[in-house]
């Protein structure tokens, strides 16, 4: 089970997002994507914490709060949706 947390701000970091959520339990593993061409974090991270009721009490209390000059959406991630073959249509 995983944590979504969106709206990031673009200078945090895995440690900075480990220390806030740190507050509400221990911290399994923090992955901030970044993009391909750039390498700039994307404004989304997804956090692991040790249990459901942690990860539970980090979502009510960091769902809509303000952080780094942001309004964090923080919500349990959803299973990645399976993408189309990626074009063509030929046959």
Same mark, same amino acid.
């Given at each position: *089970?995983?944590?979504?947390v969106?709206?990031?701000?673009?200078d945090?970091?895995?440690?900075?997002?480990?220390?806030?959520?740190?507050?509400?339990?221990?911290?399994?593993?923090?992955?901030?994507?970044?993009?391909?061409?750039?390498?700039?974090?994307?404004?989304?991270?997804?956090?692991? *914490?040790?249990?459901?009721?942690?990860?539970?009490?980090?979502?009510?209390?960091?769902?809509?709060?303000?952080? *780094?000059?942001?309004?964090?959406?923080?919500?349990?991630?959803?299973?990645?949706e399976?993408?189309?073959?990626?074009?063509?249509?030929?046959?």
């Amino acid at each position: *089970m995983s944590i979504y947390v969106g709206n990031l701000s673009y200078d945090a970091s895995r440690d900075d997002i480990e220390a806030v959520f740190t507050d509400y339990g221990k911290v399994q593993r923090v992955h901030l994507p970044t993009d391909r061409e750039t390498g700039r974090p994307r404004g989304f991270a997804f956090v692991e *914490m040790s249990s459901e009721d942690e990860e539970t009490a980090a979502i009510e209390a960091l769902d809509g709060a303000e952080w *780094m000059g942001r309004d964090l959406r923080v919500n349990k991630a959803r299973p990645r949706e399976q993408r189309g073959g990626g074009g063509g249509g030929r046959f």
